[in-house]
């Protein structure tokens, strides 16, 4: 099997072209190679694959470590967009990817040589509806525009209280703004207990930011299925959404700073959009040999 390693801000995956490669065990390849002592080493697996329908241009699957299938990721969509523009399978600018998601819209930024190196993903509009996040918290929903939005949920993990504001970016986030500098914080410790409670019925992603300014934000993630992350595409995006619906920052590009880059992201307040900016790296190519 042929592949290739990308990454976005340190979030790293194992890409492979399934316009050529025949995959057919997705769930078991990602636990192998994820692996990173006995594997390639990775946050996961993705799929670049065939449109399903013929008005887009390729199509996203993703599997985490533990071998389940998320519905979107942020920096991978970034990393298939370059993949797919760099290597001539799709010649056009923006890009339709396909996720389970929903179709995402990719502006390709060139750099001096030509090359996909900075994208801008239309991640669409963020989900706040408890039942669609979604998260059994109605009780700590409060009106948005209209709209509930669970904005206060309590949790306890090991023996520190939480507050989080719940969004989905097509996958569930549980966001929670800490005093602390972030880079300090035990993620590893209290991540684990907060993605696997009861009040997420899929699991949750879970943010621990720190405020740096209104337009500068800090942030270390615990992903579900897969664990501490150097970066999340989606996570980065609901972070933002959060601290707009808290008051903390405005509806203006936000730089969030992660543990292996920074992208950029704003909630549009013209069609209620999300758009994360932010680079895509090419590692190596390799053959894995099962």
């Not at 929903?141 to 669970?150: E, F, L, Y």
Request: contains cysteine; negative net charge; hydrophobic residues 35%.
């Amino acid at each position: 099997m042929k592949f290739t390693k990308m990454h976005g801000c340190g979030n790293d995956y194992v890409y492979v072209n399934c316009f050529e490669e025949k995959i057919t065990d997705p769930s078991k390849i990602s636990q192998a190679i994820s692996d990173r002592h006995f594997g390639i080493g990775s946050d996961g697996l993705v799929l670049i694959c065939p449109p399903d329908n013929s008005e887009n241009d390729c199509k996203m699957r993703m599997f985490n470590p533990d071998g389940s299938e998320a519905e979107m990721c942020g920096n991978a969509s970034r990393c298939v967009g370059r993949y797919v523009y760099d290597r001539g399978i799709v010649k056009k600018n923006p890009i339709r990817l396909e996720t389970l998601a929903g179709v995402k819209v990719i502006e390709v930024h060139l750099n001096e040589k030509g090359e996909a190196e900075f994208l801008t993903v239309d991640m669409g509009e963020p989900i706040l509806e408890p039942s669609k996040v979604p998260v059994n918290g109605e009780l700590s929903a409060s009106k948005i525009d209209g709209a509930n939005a669970v904005m206060d949920l309590k949790l306890t993990s090991q023996d520190k209280a939480f507050d989080f504001t719940c969004v989905s970016m097509g996958n569930p986030h549980a966001v929670t703004f800490i005093d602390s500098p972030v880079k300090d914080f035990k993620v590893e410790f209290y991540g684990p207990a907060i993605e696997k409670d009861s009040a997420f019925p899929r699991k949750t992603n879970v943010e621990f930011v720190e405020v740096v300014d209104s337009t500068h934000l800090n942030m270390r993630v615990w992903e579900r299925g897969t664990g501490e992350t150097w970066a999340c595409g989606t996570g980065t995006c609901a972070t933002v959404v959060a601290a707009n619906l808290r008051g903390i920052c405005p509806r203006v590009p936000v730089d969030v700073k992660l543990l292996g880059g920074t992208l950029t992201i704003e909630w549009n307040k013209d069609d209620n959009h999300v758009y994360m900016t932010g680079p895509a790296t090419f590692v190596f190519d390799g053959v894995w040999n099962e």
